[in-house]
């Protein structure tokens, strides 16, 4: 249970890494402030401040940190992913229950989207190298396209493409897959389970960052 904490964490921090790496692209930020004064809120020197000397303060203070965590840990259950049934851009049928036992990187994308263009080809080259031990499915969320399907399916060919990817033309996918902003990719482990997503850009170290940690949950 300790590992799945530690993932939802290393999940967080690269949402957030993401959507900075994107420079804008998928959502914009207010910047936060941050007093890094040395004053307290009375208006003294905070050096003259009551601070933990004993030994025996500092410890039961982290013992009591570590207990809240451990409490924390317990309670992380991840939900199986819900599975669906699209239309590839073949025209065949693609059930996302296929994959179980195998690593699912579950990307919402549209064509229009720069961003999502650019992250392909790592996932490309991430797809051929586990030769198919992890699966990179793409979701094109046809109800925010502006051009019509069968430019869809010609933009997609073009690129050379081998992964698996559908069309939601209802767009009823997220509903279960809730989506802000593309790209974002949602992570499924071996076990059908829904372990969080990712919003922005993902970068190869990103890839392998996540696939070490998927492994170790479900080797």
């Known amino acids: 249970m300790k590992r799945l904490w530690l993932l939802s964490v290393m999940l967080l921090v690269m949402l957030l890494a993401a959507c900075s790496n994107a420079g804008g692209s998928v959502e914009e930020f207010d910047e936060v402030s941050v ?7 009375n208006g003294e020197d905070a050096s003259t401040q009551e601070d933990i000397t004993e030994d025996e303060d500092v410890e039961g203070a982290l013992e009591d ?18 599975d669906f049934t699209l239309t590839d851009w073949q025209d065949n ?5 296929d994959y179980e036992g195998k690593i699912v990187f579950l990307n919402v994308f549209t064509t229009w989207c720069t961003y999502c263009d650019q992250e392909m080809p790592v996932f490309q080259e991430n797809y051929d190298a586990y030769q198919g031990d992890v699966v990179f ?7 925010s396209e502006r051009d019509p399907e069968s430019y869809v399916k ?11 990817m559908v069309i939601d033309l209802e767009g009823a996918l997220v ?3 809730p989506v802000r902003a593309f ?3 949602y992570i499924i482990d071996r076990l059908g389970r829904n372990l969080g997503a990712v919003e922005g850009k993902m970068t190869a170290e990103m890839v392998e960052m996540v696939v070490e940690q998927v492994n170790e949950l479900t080797p």
């Open 93 to 97: 049928e693609v059930t996302l229950s």
């Open 154 to 164: 010609s933009w997609y060919q073009e690129r050379g493409y081998t992964m698996p």
């Open 183 to 185: 790209p974002t990719t």
């Open 137 to 143: 499915l793409l979701v094109d969320y046809f109800v």
């Open 175 to 177: 509903t279960k897959y």
């Open 35 to 41: 007093d890094t004064s040395a004053e307290s809120s």
């Open 65 to 82: 940190v570590s207990a809240d965590s451990e409490e924390v840990v317990e309670e992380v259950v991840y939900e199986q992913a819900y």
